[in-house]
């Protein structure tokens, strides 16, 4: 059975301190500090931003994006080595209402414009719904990386065919080639990029370098959020197993348990809608270390999940108080937290 632990409320904790690096950003989604402690952010309708101090420049030369529903400019993370490589990536949907697709890109950052772009992948087939792109993307210690993608919502029985990359977790090299120790790359009828399958709607994805595992959170319909451990070659459920239902209170299938189909580390019935995830490794914070911070959207709050080892313990709400829609997390270099809120903000959470 998923773990469920009791959500403790923030009246617990010291007292954070919140401080606005700057507003006026239009649907942020995703966000990367640069080395030189500037920041990268995308905006869903196509645009990325460089933010300096409380000023947000235009970076030119971002692809044209599918900007509807959910989709749009969607996630950015730097190379491990960026310093060295000056690569970028971005993930967006693409196309149009009646085909459109997630896609993979990366390129370089010169004078505040894109360059030496590359097309790395495309999920397919093309859907005609603009919703539940997923889209997040984390590198493992061999520089190959992976990417979340949805199920397309209405596509969600696809979440189990191996000859669709909807509902899957994709592992690719750096240069969009395909791993040779890919789990499935030796089976018949099955897309050598999946690294895992039975995925609804990933919204967080992060490896964790302290204990060597991968973490996603997910949306379930109505309820069913979902936090895994990533392993190659797993199933994770979707839609054969789920704590959730339909939206309109159907029953989506009888089973939560199903031989060969693995169980949620962390179940949250009733919703709180995840966005994002980070694993905190950092001096600011000694409380959160090791433990996983996920931005919620329904919820509105930072939902700190306490692990040991692996093992949930406790939960706590924090930032409600803000009453934000907050889509995405990235522990600065000084081990405060950056959020970004629907309302568009950037938001800096320190200590008092």
């Not at 061999?142 to 209405?154: A, E, I, R, V």
């Amino acid at each position: 059975m998923a773990e469920q632990a009791n959500v403790i409320h923030e009246t617990e904790l010291p007292e954070l301190r919140v401080s606005t690096v700057i507003s006026g950003l239009q649907t942020p989604w995703s966000m990367a500090e640069l080395p030189s402690g500037e920041f990268l952010v995308t905006e869903r309708a196509g645009q990325l931003k460089l933010v300096r101090g409380d000023k947000a420049e235009s970076i030119t030369g971002v692809p044209e994006v599918y900007f509807a529903g959910q989709g749009g400019l969607l996630d950015i993370k730097l190379h491990p080595n960026y310093q060295n490589n000056g690569w970028l990536y971005l993930s967006y949907a693409f196309g149009k209402r009646s085909k459109n697709a997630l896609k993979l890109m990366r390129a370089k950052l010169r004078d505040n414009r894109l360059v030496e772009q590359q097309q790395l992948l495309t999920v397919t087939p093309f859907k005609d719904t603009p919703v539940h792109y997923a889209g997040r993307i984390t590198f493992l210690p061999d520089n190959s990386l992976l990417l979340t993608s949805g199920d397309g919502f209405d596509y969600r029985e696809s979440a189990q065919k191996k000859d669709s990359l909807l509902g899957k977790i994709i592992r690719i090299n750096d240069d969009g080639t395909t791993p040779e120790d890919n789990p499935f790359v030796a089976e018949k009828n099955t897309i050598s990029i999946i690294y895992s399958l039975g995925h609804r709607n990933p919204q967080g994805l992060v490896y964790d370098s302290k204990r060597n595992v991968v973490f996603s959170n997910e949306h379930g319909p109505a309820g069913g959020d979902e936090i895994n451990i990533i392993e190659a070659g797993k199933n994770y459920g979707w839609p054969v197993i789920t704590y959730g239902r339909d939206y309109s209170g159907a029953q989506i299938t009888p089973f939560r348990e199903y031989p060969g189909m693995e169980q949620p580390l962390v179940n949250w019935t009733p919703s709180i809608a995840p966005s994002s995830m980070t694993v905190y490794y950092g001096e600011m914070f000694p409380e959160f270390q090791g433990d996983l911070l996920n931005t919620t959207l329904k919820t509105r709050e930072l939902r700190w999940v306490d692990l040991d080892g692996t093992k949930p313990v406790k939960q706590v709400s924090l930032l409600k108080n803000l009453n934000q829609r907050f889509r995405h997390i990235e522990v600065a270099q000084d081990g405060s937290l950056l959020l970004l809120t629907d309302s568009g903000q950037l938001l800096r959470v320190d200590k008092p």
